[in-house]
């Protein structure tokens, strides 16, 4: 098995004069001139001190600009940290502090305060979106660097840090083999060629923008459509000469309110992917109906990359996830005493395999805690494998909900509430009761123009669930709190209504 660097070298080899990147508004890339730039970059790296395991911290606007950067420090022996661009400078120190990176790369328009930061240990250069900044003109100075540091397969290649939600953000480290053994699985799976050409308008601080989409194009040799943010107009004009979108539950959502959605102009692509957030039964069907394309759903996580995914040949359910990728195990068990569970039954989400990370950044113990004996990784999702093999995600373990004493699993809820007519989507979470430890709460988001109370709410699903799991309480919003890649933060949500039941 080769690294992402040598494969990519591998593709430029192949086929030097093809487009890597396609830019609207810009000129491409080819693969020879990304080469020759992430052989600048490399220079410029090893200038700065940039040596064997070194990180290096990068926030900026989306660029190819940066993904050469990525190849650059892999080439280097460097780990590659992107950042979050909606990181607050508090954050950002802690970032840094906590990783120790001997370069940390920001925004032209931020490199001024960041600059303050700039250490004996730490340079500070800036990368902006359309190849400006100090980072670029130290390149375009440099001679370039051809060699290759050499690197096993368990060496780290990355960090990535956890949303931190409870507690510290955790930076999750990820070896060559996790990300190499990942992309080759997903490329056997998604049948993903050299003849692909993909719509990439996902961010790239993140598994699915940058170890997904990207790492599966450079390896493969594909050609990306690099789009800096998600317009469904685009997109549906973009796709009469391209072959997959990899995207978001709000990609699919907003490209529905499209009139232009057809067979006609989905007719030359051959894949729709969907992750990061779950997506709704409704889109899925709607999607299906309007083009004839079931969209594929997978499931990753940050500490694993993709672990499962719906068959490129078979049957894509609403709502499932399908089954575990080459070479990767799943099992379902108890989540206090560790035992494998039956199908149908639902637990803990447990998975083992070459995808699955080294372990959290100077944390032993918390990394200790995460793992089982046998190697399986506890994920913190919590999910059912059915009759038909296809997993099924429940929720967060956090997210569970204990009222009264018994389990409450807010997917099935939120499942009926999405089912009533009028309603766009919901969030069933748990709020401190007096009485009952947790209440179940309904945050509900009605669709435009439709008229809906809790009563309405409560008797639509009151003869479906056991009394435990009606909510106490539904409350109506116009929007439910996401992060950047369409994740519901229910952690905010029991923030804001935290006094609801006091």
Not at 122 to 150: H, I, K, Q
Not at 238 to 265: C, E, H, I, Q, W
Request: net charge negative; glycine share 10%.
């Amino acid at each position: 098995m080769q690294t992402i660097h040598q494969s990519f070298i591998a593709s430029v080899e192949a086929q030097p004069g093809k487009a890597l990147f396609e830019r609207p508004g810009q000129p491409d890339i080819t693969y020879a001139e990304a080469r020759a730039l992430v052989e600048r970059f490399a220079a410029v790296l090893t200038e700065i001190g940039v040596q064997s395991g070194d990180r290096v911290a990068v926030q900026t606007d989306k660029s190819a600009e940066a993904i050469c950067l990525y190849l650059a420090t892999l080439q280097v022996g460097g780990v590659y940290l992107p950042l979050n661009t909606a990181y607050t400078g508090a954050e950002i120190d802690y970032f840094l502090g906590d990783a120790a990176p001997r370069l940390f790369v920001c925004t032209p328009a931020t490199l001024a305060e960041h600059k303050a930061r700039e250490t004996g240990g730490l340079r500070v250069e800036s990368l902006g979106a359309r190849g400006e900044g100090s980072l670029m003109a130290l390149a375009e100075a440099a001679t370039p660097r051809a060699d290759c540091v050499e690197r096993v397969m368990s060496d780290p290649a990355a960090i990535l840090y956890t949303s931190g939600t409870t507690g510290r953000s955790k930076g999750a480290v990820l070896t060559h083999g996790n990300l190499a053994s990942n992309t080759a699985a997903l490329l056997d799976s998604w049948h993903y060629t050299a003849e692909d050409r993909l719509i990439h308008a996902l961010p790239i601080f993140h598994t699915h923008g940058l170890f997904v989409a990207a790492n599966m194009s450079i390896v493969s040799g594909a050609t990306m459509i690099w789009l800096t943010k998600f317009d469904g107009e685009e997109a549906i004009d973009l796709m009469a000469d391209a072959t997959v979108l990899m995207g978001v539950p709000t990609f699919y959502t907003r490209l529905l309110k499209s009139d232009r959605l057809n067979r006609d102009t989905t007719a030359k692509m051959r894949l729709f992917v969907s992750g990061s957030a779950p997506l709704l039964a409704e889109d899925h069907r709607a999607f299906e109906e309007r083009t004839g394309h079931p969209i594929l759903e997978r499931y990753g996580m940050t500490e694993t990359c993709m672990i499962t995914t719906n068959p490129y040949d078979g049957a894509r359910k609403p709502g499932a996830v399908g089954m575990a990728l080459p070479g990767i195990e799943i099992r379902i068990t108890d989540r206090e005493s560790g035992a494998t569970l039956s199908d149908g039954e639902i637990g803990a989400i447990e998975v083992r395999g070459p995808n699955v990370f080294e372990g959290y950044w100077q944390m032993p113990e918390k990394t200790a805690s995460e793992f089982r004996d046998d190697g399986f990784f506890i994920t913190g999702d919590l999910g059912q494998i059915g009759d038909d093999g296809y997993l099924r995600i429940v929720g967060r373990d956090k997210d569970l909900v204990i009222s009264g004493g018994y389990n409450v699993y807010p997917k099935e809820i939120e499942g009926l509430i999405d089912d009533i007519p009028g309603v766009l989507e919901s969030a069933v979470i748990g709020l401190s009761h007096p009485d009952l430890g947790e209440g179940v709460t309904a945050v509900v988001v009605p669709q435009g123009g439709a008229s809906l109370d809790e009563t309405g709410i409560i008797a639509a699903i009151g003869d479906r669930l056991a009394r435990y799991k009606q909510p106490k309480k539904v409350l109506f919003v116009k929007e439910l709190p996401r992060n950047v890649m369409g994740k519901v933060q229910k952690a905010e949500l029991r923030k804001t209504y935290a006094d609801l039941y006091k």
